[in-house]
Structure formats: C-alpha cells, structure tokens
C-alpha cells in the first residue's frame, strides 16, 4: 500500500506559479512511475505530467508542455509539478498517482495503470 498526500494548491492569478508537492509513504517509494492528473469541474479526469522511477523519463500532456514540470526527489519520498505562466483553464482538483513499474525508466501515462491516489489539492486560477 503507497499513501499519497498532496499539498501546495491555492488560488493564484493568471501567469502566475505554483508548486504541488506530493509525498509518499508505504512501499518503496523508488519503485514507482508517478504522475499527476487533473479534473475541472464537469469534466473528466485528465493526464497532466508523468515521471520514471529513475526520473530520467518525463511525459506531459501537450496543454502544459512547457509551462509545467515534474520532478520527484527520491530521498524525500516526494513528487513535485511546478507549475508557472497558469492559465485559467488550468484550474482542477490535481491528483497525484503512484504506478508500480519494473524497470528504472517505467513511466506511465493513463489512469488505469496507477494504482495509488492522494485525496487531491485545489487549483484555481483567476483571470
């Protein structure tokens, strides 16, 4: 069993940054691809960004590519999304998601194959 805890969402104005931190505990931390995902109201829940085990692989949804990035530190059992020039569309409940993977440059993609889940953290960008 992994517990998710997410942490660092808040209300921020448009092109302004914020940092999403996830922290881990239970298994081997280093034993899983992480990712993170968001919904907005209405909507379904959607891919943000993913790393590897070994965090040499990243992934990101073509909505953030280049305004966010994931990172994890695995001494600190922790995942991070920095998140900067926010857009309004980019408000959501962000989840973080723990997958577990066989080899060091594992990353997953899409929902089903993460097992894991935190509770999520509110983001809201204003106009």
């Known amino acids: 069993q992994v517990q998710l805890v997410e942490s660092g969402g808040g209300l921020v104005q448009a092109g302004g940054s914020l940092r999403l931190s996830c922290a881990a505990s239970?298994?081997?931390?280093?034993?899983?691809?992480m990712g993170w995902f968001r919904q907005a109201p209405g909507k379904e829940r959607e891919f943000v960004a993913a790393i590897s085990r070994s965090i040499s692989n990243t992934y990101y949804a073509d909505s953030v590519k280049g305004r966010f990035t994931i990172s994890r530190d695995n001494a600190k059992n922790t995942v991070y999304l920095q998140m900067n020039s926010l857009l309004p569309e980019d408000t959501a409940v962000y989840y973080c998601a723990a997958a577990p993977c066989s080899y060091p440059g594992c990353a997953r993609t899409t929902q089903n194959e993460y097992h894991y889940w935190g509770q999520g953290t509110q983001v809201t960008v204003s106009s």
């Open positions: 239970g298994r081997t931390f280093n034993n899983y691809a």
